[in-house]
Structures are given as structure tokens and as C-alpha cells.
T-cell receptor, first 115, second 116 residues
Framework: AQSVTQPDIHITVSEGASLELRCNYSYGATPYLFWYVQSPGQGLQLLLKYFSGDTLVQGIKGFEAEFKRSQSSFNLRKPSVHWSDAAEYFCAVGGLKAAGNKLTFGGGTRVLVKP | GAVVSQHPSRVICKSGTSVKIECRSLDFQATTMFWYRQFPKQSLMLMATSNEGSKATYEQGVEKDKFLINHASLTLSTLTVTSAHPEDSSFYIC????????????FGPGTRLTVL
């Protein structure tokens, strides 16, 4: 069975500081991995995804994530956080047709940005 | 990018009534849509997979007679919460999948259901 763990429920970061959100997954095959952001009143927006190839993935809004198979991790990073980055972030795994294209989400990490 | 809408965005109803939530893919055809439920400060839990022209596939523990799903066209799926009770109050989110073996899912903005 596939599962995703986001160890940090909340993270508070100062504006301009760097941000790293942790994600660990369990998956029986090569995983498809995703990071989504959810702002209040809005749907989930895809930040980036990893299917194969280069393990460092660039996404929108200045985010990047690194896939580390040995650690079963897919951590999200941003070098300099903006106040507008305050939101809930979800890591997800899955999406293969063989598994019904289902996504399994982590519990989410709420990011608060201090001025 | 692909846009998915949900209607209504917010609904309040009395206990015992039924509520229908619509999910539409606005600029693409989606043979598969998904319905999720999100409790406050929690993650998304998949409720069911909705396939156009066929019966929905429900996740374990989800009552199919309680949550009726209809996917009548390639751009519309509906979720009807029948005989709603306060414990059904939640945030319901749909997503629509692009065609292909792996098709990216695009998410709707969600519907906040409050049952009094």
C-alpha cells in the first residue's frame, strides 16, 4: 500500500528566509510524486511533480524538490519565502493507471510566514 | 492550464435533506474524476473514483448509498449527499484527470457543506 508522511504539521518561517518541507513516502514501485499547495478558499494547485529522470525538480513559484530514493524522500524547498507562500502544502504519491490513477496525500504542512 | 469548477462553493442544509455538488472540467474532457473529503486541518481522503458512463468505484468505508456519484458526461460529475446529517459536514473536493495512462489531476476549489 502506498502512504505519505509529512512529519511537520506546522512550520513558521520569516519572510525572505529559506523553507524546506519534508515528505517521506512508501510505494511498491517507482513512485510518481507531487507537491500541491492549498490556499484558503482555493483548490489544490500543483507545484511540481517527479516521474523519472533528474532527481532535482523545478516547479512554479520558485519551488524545487529533490527525490532521494535511498531515503524515500521528496522534500520541497524554496530559497526565499514570500508572504504569499503562507498556505497548506501537501505531498502526494501515486497516479499510476495500474493503481486506478489514485493519489495518496500526506497529512499536510501548514506554513506561516512572519513579516 | 486545465480548469475545474465546483458548484456550489458553499451550502448549508437541514438534517435529512439531500445536497448535490457539481464538478465540471471547463476546458478539457475528463473520463475520470475523483471525489475527496477533507476534514478541518486534515488531509484529503479519496471517497470515490467516477468514470464516465459507468458506476463509480468507492473507497473502503464510504457508503455508496449515502454518497451518490453520477458521471453523465465527459465534463460533469455530481456528488449527491443523501439524507445529510451533521457528521457529513465537511469540505468536498473533486478532481478531473487528463486522458492517458498517467493523466495529471486538476482540482476544483471545493465545496463547504454544513448540515444543521
Amino acid at each position: 500500500a502506498q502512504s505519505v508522511t509529512q512529519p511537520d504539521i506546522h512550520i513558521t518561517v520569516s519572510e525572505g528566509a529559506s523553507l524546506e518541507l519534508r515528505c517521506n513516502y512508501s510505494y511498491g514501485a517507482t513512485p510518481y510524486l507531487f507537491w500541491y499547495v492549498q490556499s484558503p478558499g482555493q483548490g489544490l494547485q500543483l507545484l511540481l511533480k517527479y516521474f523519472s529522470g533528474d532527481t532535482l525538480v523545478q516547479g512554479i513559484k520558485g519551488f524545487e524538490a529533490e527525490f532521494k530514493r535511498s531515503q524515500s524522500s521528496f522534500n520541497l524547498r524554496k530559497p526565499s519565502v514570500h508572504w504569499s507562500d503562507a498556505a497548506e502544502y501537501f505531498c502526494a504519491v501515486g497516479g499510476l493507471k495500474a493503481a486506478g490513477n489514485k493519489l495518496t496525500f500526506g497529512g499536510g504542512t501548514r506554513v506561516l510566514v512572519k513579516p | 492550464g486545465a480548469v475545474v469548477s465546483q458548484h456550489p462553493s458553499r451550502v448549508i442544509c437541514k438534517s435529512g435533506t439531500s445536497v448535490k455538488i457539481e464538478c465540471r472540467s471547463l476546458d478539457f474532457q475528463a473520463t475520470t474524476m475523483f471525489w475527496y473529503r477533507q476534514f478541518p486541518k486534515q488531509s484529503l481522503m479519496l471517497m470515490a473514483t467516477s468514470n464516465e458512463g459507468s458506476k463509480a468505484t468507492y473507497e473502503q468505508g464510504v457508503e455508496k448509498d449515502k454518497f451518490l456519484i453520477n458521471h453523465a458526461s465527459l465534463t460533469l460529475s455530481t456528488l449527491t449527499v443523501t439524507s445529510a446529517h451533521p457528521e457529513d459536514s465537511s469540505f468536498y473536493i473533486c478532481s478531473a484527470k487528463l486522458a492517458g495512462d498517467f493523466g495529471e489531476q486538476f482540482f476544483g476549489p471545493g465545496t463547504r457543506l454544513t448540515v444543521l
